[in-house]
């Protein structure tokens, strides 16, 4: 008598999430310092301290009414045009305001997105590896989700197998890079190969298609440049999130932003719009909509994910695992040794080692390891990975 | 190539917020002590001090990466259990945290509610005049919205009319009192009255009819008693917001409530999970579940609001105007004189009065005139609508 699919997904939870739940409980039992919990991307870097003056300041000295009364639908314009400055003066871009709809982080702006795109019959393309609740959401947005497999060489956007899946039907690709869960970051000449497939299947099919760049860990990158996506494709849609750069996760503010260039731009930022009003999104969280106004570039002390990033890789190749290196984000990707990350997943657990199960994300010989812990745990947790390493010898 | 239906939503807007937004634009023209904008719900009075020392305190003393980090999805089980204390405090009733679902607000509350209960065919019944956003959330969730026309002479529950409106189809009724756009409060008798005919109803057509109750004026009320639903009813989800009552509508923050006593409660809470995590809530935003488990219940000074209720209502009625009174939250319904609300709210237009038509409501021939202003300024209004009732004399 009530929705079967929406209980299924309430019941199962998202594996990492379930893991994440079963790390809050564990840590209960023996010490939040006993469990080495790599499931979920909650970053360990707090917030700059510029977050908590600028809080401050905004609550001492905004009056009450206006601070948190309701601002327009997609984002108070100040706060929109502080935003769309900032991207202009790091990126050289001419965005305004109009072009961005600020949202309840990133999985808002992937919602509101895909609703705003979705028509009858739409296929959007994820790449295997890709962050699991892209299918929850474009299934329930009415698409269908089409996944390709992995490049297992470079962990890049497969080429060959994304001219073999764009058809009529293809509405979108999603881009995510930095990648969860590989931490690789597209290059440029890379994203350029995409850019020119698309153009042409554009051509061929005589309709857009568009490119849904999820970007929550433009941010969060060690030596390499993230190319910005809408210099190189048109048709692009970003949709960002605070949630990593600033360490805000749980306050839920980020933004969908339509460049002028793409196709009837205009009608799709109102189709934004009426997506995030059906969606039930009033606004977005008005206190951080003034705080990012404010922040925006601004990020936390990542330096602390390229320590990890310089402790764990190296360790585990020693111990003989494969693993990916990662370029940005803080997830280290790694193939399991018998190929069968669940039961992996299942013995780690003995060291009380939290890993993700590669299956969600389309990869079931691998296991994500979020590594936005403290490097102090981190560098404890070695040891459990060790005994690990031992069972498969 | 985009969703027409969304595109649709966004570039017409609700009337309520095209108006605002015009409001807002008037404002920037002629100054906003010059414009009476009665368009939207956007409380006047501040929300209470306590909101402000309560947010410097949690600032102050929580490590920011807890404060500002992912909550557990349905959020936080101590925020949740603050709450659920205080409401069982007030109420008698004995939930526990794993009773609510901490959301974005209501629109949030009402959109994962209706997700979680939809299966195919389902009708949900909401009685004109309605918060105009119902229809848009029963039917982009699946549902079928069924209206049943108002009983304009209390503007309490019309019964004979729900009566032949229930049939095997009904999954729910949406009750909201004090209601948005009358003010009125359903007595216990009405609701006691509903209550028997749907317990009658569902032994009929042998399945749970639930009632919503959208409760975002719960505490927002004058001399009156507003009945708590779940001890009238089992099979009441309350959808609830704290915009209202602490006067931060843009902060988005309120619960879905699934009591124990709820036909397949354990599994429907589920469900509103599953909604929740489909729709991209990922959570509650973090800080303002802190404050709402310290300040659950407390309300702003709505003194304010029975004030300008008590000046509008005798003023507007003495100037000729057919007025619903209101009990509480911070409308006004009135009759347009001619019955035709749309050329009324033009005609007002001219005297700078932003009132919204009452057809969104379901009640072509009324307005709704959102009295949540500053007391100075809804004086300085009176002048205007005399003037306005002098072009129907």
Redesign the interface.
Known sequence: ???????????K??AI?EL??YG?KRSAEIGAENVFDFS?G??????PEC??EC??DI?KNT???T???????PGDIGCRNAVADELNNRFGSSFTGENLYLT??A??????TL?????EGDEFIINAPFFP?YK??IE?QGGKAVIIPPDTDTFSLNLPELEKAVNEHTKAVIINSPNNPTGVVYSEASLKAISELLERKQEEYS??IYIISDEPYREVVYEKEVPFIPHIYDNTVICYSYSKSL??????IGYVLVPDAA??SK???????????????????????RVIAKLSGKTADISVYQRNRDILYPALTEMGFDCVRPDGAFYLFMKCPDGDATSFCEKAKKYELLLVPGDGFGCPSYVRISYCVQTEKLLRSLKAFEALAKEYK
Chains 1, 2 share one sequence.
């Open positions: 008598m009530i929705n079967r699919e929406m209980y299924a997904l309430g019941a939870r998202s999430r994440a739940e809050w979920i909650n970053p360990s870097v707090p917030a977050v908590r809080m401050e609550i009056d009450p009414v601070l948190h009364g309701y601002t327009s639908a309840c982080g999985s808002s702006s992937l919602n509101i609703k705003a795109l979705t028509c609740e929850v959401f329930n309709h857009p360490s805000l996760p749980g306050e839920r196709t009837d009608e799709l930022i109102s189709a934004v719009a009426g997506a995030g009003r059906a969606l039930g999104y009033v606004c977005a969280p008005a206190l951080f909509q």
